[in-house]
C-alpha cells in the first residue's frame, strides 16, 4: 500500500510539560500508528505514555504480518502488555502512583485497518468527504450521552469532560475496545490526543483534513487550531492518507 505521512505533538498554550506521546512508522506492506496521551503529574504522565507507546510498537512491529485471522488478539495483547507494565511501576514506585495514559493504536494494512483503544485518544476516518469517528470514548461524559442525559454538544463543554474511565495503567486489568474494517484508496485518517479534539469540533476537523495540502501542512494547521481555540492541553495528531491499496495477493 502506498501511505503519506505527518506527525507531530505539541505542548500547547497552558501546560509546561508534554505528557502526549506518539508513534508513526510506515513501510510498503503496513502502517502502524500509535497516540497515548498520559496523566498522573510529576512526569509520571510522560513516563506513562511513553512506555505505553514502546511496548505496543515493539509487540506489533516484531510481527511479519497483521493480516491473520487474530490480528485484533495481537493488538489486544500488545496493550493489555504495556498495561501490565505501567500498573507494576505505580505498585512498585511510590512517585509513580496513579499514573496512567490513553492509548489508540492504528494498524493499516491492504486487507484492512486494526484499531485498539483504551480511553479517549480518537481515531477518524475521513472517506468520501464524510468525516466518522471511529473510537468511542471511555469517559464520564459519553456514558452521560449514551443514557440520554446530556447532548454531545453539552458534553464537549461539560466541566468533567477530561474525566475517562478507562485508562492503561491504572488498574491491575483492562478491556481494550478491539475492531477492524476495510481500507480503500483515497482515506484519510486521524489519530488524536483530546487536546485537539477538545478544542476543535468535528465540522472543523473535515474541513481541515479535506484540504489537499502535503499531510505535514494539514497536521501544522489542525495544532495551529487548538492552538488558537486557546491550547488547554498538549495536541498530538497522526495523519495518513492513503494513495494506493494492493488487491489481497499482489506484491
Known sequence: ????????????????????????????????????????G??????ASEMAVAIIADELTALETLDAPDSQGRVAEALRR????????TVLEADKQ??????????????????????D???YLLRDGVLRQLTKDHSY?????????????????????????????????????????PVQSGDVFLVASDG???????????QLLSSNAQPRRVVDALIAEANGRG???????VLVQVHAVNAPGRD
Open 1 to 40: 500500500m502506498q501511505l503519506s505521512v505527518a506527525a507531530r505533538t505539541d505542548v500547547g498554550r497552558i501546560r509546561q510539560g508534554n505528557e502526549d506521546s506518539l508513534y508513526a512508522d510506515a513501510s510498503e506492506s503496513r502502517g502502524l500508528f500509535i497516540v497515548a496521551d498520559g496523566m498522573g
Open 42 to 47: 510529576h512526569a509520571a504522565g510522560e513516563v
Open 82 to 89: 504495556a498495561n501490565d507494565a505501567i500498573y507494576r511501576r
Open 98 to 119: 496513579g499514573m496512567g495514559t490513553t492509548a489508540s493504536v492504528l494498524v493499516l494494512s491492504d486487507s484492512g485497518y486494526v484499531i485498539g483503544q483504551v480511553g
Open 121 to 123: 485518544s480518537r481515531i
Open 141 to 181: 461524559v459519553q456514558e452521560q450521552v449514551d443514557a440520554g442525559f446530556l447532548t454531545p454538544e453539552q458534553a464537549r463543554y461539560h466541566p468533567y469532560s477530561n474525566v475517562i474511565t478507562r485508562c492503561v495503567g491504572a488498574n491491575e486489568a483492562v478491556e481494550p475496545d478491539v475492531f477492524a474494517g
Open 196 to 206: 485537539l479534539t477538545g478544542m476543535v469540533d468535528d465540522r472543523r476537523l473535515q
Open 231 to 237: 491550547g488547554l492541553d498538549n495536541i498530538t495528531a
